[in-house]
């Protein structure tokens, strides 16, 4: 009995996390599809065609690439772009290819950003947006209110979301059962718009108005934005629940609401303007409002997890500097907060909101990211099948072949949008990858710089005579290479003449893998002489943490006491120099970001009265 509550208890979280993107869609899908920034007469054929293009569209890009293709295409239980990217890097480690993928993946990461600004600014503009139905009067209000929700949003996360997050599912579900109800009332007065279903009616449609219809795609687009958040949360809840919600619940709903979207709109063409609250009767309009708000909300929060999440593997994978990150929950270790992300997130949500003041307008911007990303998802897939599944190669030319040619079609309808607010994700896009990749390229050159300054260890050791005092108690020096002696050693040894009776030589590195469990946590080498290599490995969805991984070393025989511990660390200064490398706005930026980068000793949970900096200073 406590089994199948607990499996009822985890669907009904699944529905409140994963689907809360894609499940505000109908509140503006196809309102913008006919009445957007290229209007399409509202006309039963045309009605009949897009409703047949946004059914494909769900069915080929939702329910076949996301749930039946690529949530197969796990990490270790872990699924997103950047945990895709990371299994890809491993499948082609060595091949031609590893590069330009390994940068496609960080352009997926890029765009990321993109449509987690615009997801919050464009589900709550669109839910509040409902009280311009009960009178035109409201419409003065709606960005105050759209703000003010927004703003307590983002403010509450420092606190964790544990409690409203257990509200999540059951409100969501209620949304669901609602999109569903409003749909059947809708389609049983006008049951043939059910015909619809047939691909004839959207090949139709293509084929009679191929201009109308390319505009078209750019609109329903918005009808499976979120859809990637299938795989990105796979590995909060596994790939069966969310399965099991995507076809039990979450996908019925969807389609019963768009036919019955349609279904009002053959009988009463005026509606339009807001299809989805006009669904339902006069006295329905107020509460669908508050139930859609709410839901929008849960839609934003999903985005600001998947946001936080986003960031720790990027500085996990090398791909941004060291951030502060909070873990709001003791129980629950995927509970995080990344103050930096959160502020920066909230400030462009409020400036979309601001400057674009309507869902209609926003709806511009939103396509470009979310069908690059789903473009870039298609093509590295494509490696997993040939290489880790297997598969045959005229299989997998065909099926991606396919799902490249419906991807491409959509992006290239957004694109022609860039003008009109399309110009806003690309941008963040493309600041957004310009710093993963510059900070990529500066660490690769710092790294460079260092191997070329080190000293081998056995030069040292050969050095320590008997004018080297030997202090009590241990020495652990934080370096990023496995090789060679640290910078921070060499500068204790010319400066302070001592080294200590244990010396441990620590590197702490990110596997390419989600998590790593303990017994595998750490790697200690006995060098001689007291020294020591210390390797200590994290997932990417890991969070460092230097003390907890020595008290691990117990299996190898040492025991470490904070108290008779020091950990030294070499502080790096950077000097932009016209040396080869990078270009020197780029150097800048570099060195910008390492000033700001959270400190080592916070990062790795190091006490503080334990820790020695020596400063070294690099060119780059």
């Not at 208890?9 to 196809?30: C, E, N, Q, R, W």
């Not at 990461?109 to 009280?131: K, Q, R």
């Not at 389609?187 to 108005?209: D, K, M, Q, T, W």
């Not at 303990?518 to 200590?536: A, P, W, Y």
């Given at each position: ?5 607990s ?9 409140g996390?994963v689907?809360?993107d894609i499940?505000?869609s ?6 913008e599809?006919?009445a957007?920034h290229h209007?399409?007469a509202?006309t ?6 897009v ?6 569209t769900?069915?080929l890009?939702?329910?076949v ?7 197969r295409?796990d990490?270790?239980?872990e ?9 890809v890097?491993e ?8 590069y330009?993928?390994m ?5 997926a990461?890029?765009l990321?950003y993109?449509d ?6 464009i589900?709550?503009?669109s839910?509040?947006?409902?009280l311009?139905v ?10 105050p209110i ?6 307590g949003?983002f403010?509450i996360q420092s606190r ?12 969501m ?5 609602a999109?569903?109800v409003?749909?059947?009332a809708n389609i049983?007065?006008?049951?043939g718009?059910l015909?619809?279903i047939?691909?004839?009616y959207?090949f139709?449609?293509?084929f009679?108005?191929?201009?109308m219809s390319?505009y078209a795609?750019g609109?329903v687009?918005l009808?499976?934005?979120g859809g990637?958040a299938?795989?990105t ?6 790939r ?5 919600a995507?076809?039990g ?6 389609l019963?609401?768009?036919f019955g979207q349609?279904?009002l709109?053959?009988?009463?063409p ?6 989805f ?12 409002v508050a ?5 929008a909300?849960?839609a934003?929060?999903?985005?600001i ?14 791909l941004l500097p060291r951030?502060t990150?909070?873990h709001?929950?003791?129980?629950e ?6 103050p ?5 997130l ?16 926003l ?6 990211a979310?069908?690059g990303?789903?473009m ?5 897939v494509?490696?997993v099948m040939?290489?880790?599944?297997r598969?045959n ?8 072949g396919?799902?490249?040619?419906v ?6 309808a ?11 994700p690309l941008?963040?896009?493309f600041?957004?990858?310009t710093?993963?990749?510059t900070?990529?390229?500066?660490r690769a ?5 260092l191997k ?8 040292v ?7 080297v005092s030997r ?8 370096t990023?290479a496995t090789d ?7 500068h204790?040894?010319k ?8 010396v441990?030589?620590a590197?702490v590195m ?6 790593v469990p ?6 200690m ?11 200590i ?5 890991q ?6 991984a020595?008290?691990?070393?117990k299996q ?6 904070m108290?008779?511990t ?5 502080r790096?200064?950077f000097v932009?120099?016209?040396?080869p ?11 910008f970001?390492t000033?700001n ?5 916070t990062f790795?949970?190091i006490?503080t ?5 020596l400063g070294?200073?690099?060119?780059i």
């Amino acid at each position: 009995m406590s089994q199948h509550k607990s499996s009822v208890g985890l669907l009904i979280s699944t529905i409140g996390v994963v689907f809360g993107d894609i499940g505000t869609s109908p509140l503006y899908a196809l309102k913008e599809t006919f009445a957007g920034h290229h209007p399409i007469a509202v006309t039963p054929d045309n009605i009949f065609g897009v409703l047949s293009l946004v059914f494909w569209t769900v069915m080929l890009l939702v329910t076949v690439k996301y749930v039946i293709i690529i949530m197969r295409a796990d990490n270790h239980g872990e699924g997103g772009s950047l945990a895709l990217l990371a299994l890809v890097t491993e499948l082609t480690r060595g091949r031609r290819v590893h590069y330009p993928l390994m940068m496609l993946g960080v352009i997926a990461a890029a765009l990321f950003y993109g449509d987690s600004m615009i997801t919050p600014a464009i589900s709550v503009l669109s839910a509040v947006e409902g009280l311009e139905v009960v009178t035109p009067d409201l419409k003065l209000y709606v960005v105050p209110i759209t703000a003010v929700v927004l703003t307590g949003l983002f403010a509450i996360q420092s606190r964790g979301t544990g409690l409203v997050g257990r509200l999540f599912g059951p409100v969501m579900t209620l949304w669901f059962v609602a999109l569903a109800v409003l749909g059947i009332a809708n389609i049983v007065r006008s049951p043939g718009v059910l015909e619809a279903i047939s691909p004839i009616y959207a090949f139709e449609f293509v084929f009679r108005h191929p201009l109308m219809s390319f505009y078209a795609l750019g609109s329903v687009v918005l009808a499976v934005t979120g859809g990637e958040a299938l795989y990105t949360d796979m590995g909060h809840f596994g790939r069966f629940p969310i399965r099991l919600a995507w076809f039990g619940l979450v996908l019925p709903s969807l389609l019963l609401n768009y036919f019955g979207q349609g279904a009002l709109l053959i009988q009463d063409p005026s509606a339009i303007q807001n299809p989805f609250f006009r669904m339902g009767p006069d006295w329905m309009v107020m509460p669908m409002v508050a139930l859609a708000t709410a839901a929008a909300v849960i839609a934003s929060q999903a985005v600001i997890s998947g946001a936080y999440s986003v960031a720790r593997q990027a500085i996990q994978l090398g791909l941004l500097p060291r951030m502060t990150i909070v873990h709001t929950s003791g129980e629950e270790a995927g509970q995080i907060y990344v103050p930096f992300t959160n502020w920066t997130l909230y400030l462009a949500v409020m400036a979309l909101v601001i400057g674009f003041q309507s869902s209609s307008n926003l709806a511009a911007a939103y396509g470009i990211a979310v069908t690059g990303t789903m473009m870039i998802d298609t093509i590295l897939v494509s490696f997993v099948m040939a290489l880790l599944w297997r598969w045959n190669m005229a299989l997998v030319i065909a099926v991606i072949g396919t799902l490249l040619a419906v991807d491409f079609a959509f992006f290239a309808a957004n694109i022609i949008k860039v003008a009109q607010g399309g110009w806003f994700p690309l941008f963040i896009g493309f600041i957004s990858f310009t710093v993963l990749t510059t900070w990529r390229r500066g660490r690769a050159l710092v790294r460079k710089q260092l191997k070329k300054q080190a000293v081998p260890l056995d030069v040292v050791l050969r050095a320590l005579g008997p004018n080297v005092s030997r202090a009590r108690g241990t020495a652990v020096f934080l370096t990023a290479a496995t090789d060679g002696v640290p910078p921070a050693l060499l500068h204790n040894l010319k400066h302070n003449q001592t080294v200590h009776q244990r010396v441990v030589l620590a590197t702490v590195m990110t596997a390419e893998t989600p998590y790593v469990p303990d017994s595998e946590r750490v790697l200690m080498t006995d060098i001689g002489d007291g020294f020591h290599r210390l390797i200590i490995r994290y997932g990417f969805m890991q969070t460092p943490d230097v003390p907890a991984a020595l008290a691990l070393c117990k299996q190898f025989g040492h025991e470490f006491n904070m108290m008779s511990t020091s950990f030294f660390l070499s502080r790096e200064t950077f000097v932009p120099s016209l040396n080869p490398g990078m270009a020197l706005w780029r150097e800048r930026l570099f060195t910008f970001m390492t000033l700001n980068a959270t400190r080592a000793t916070t990062f790795f949970k190091i006490p503080t009265d334990r820790v020695v900096e020596l400063g070294t200073q690099l060119e780059i």
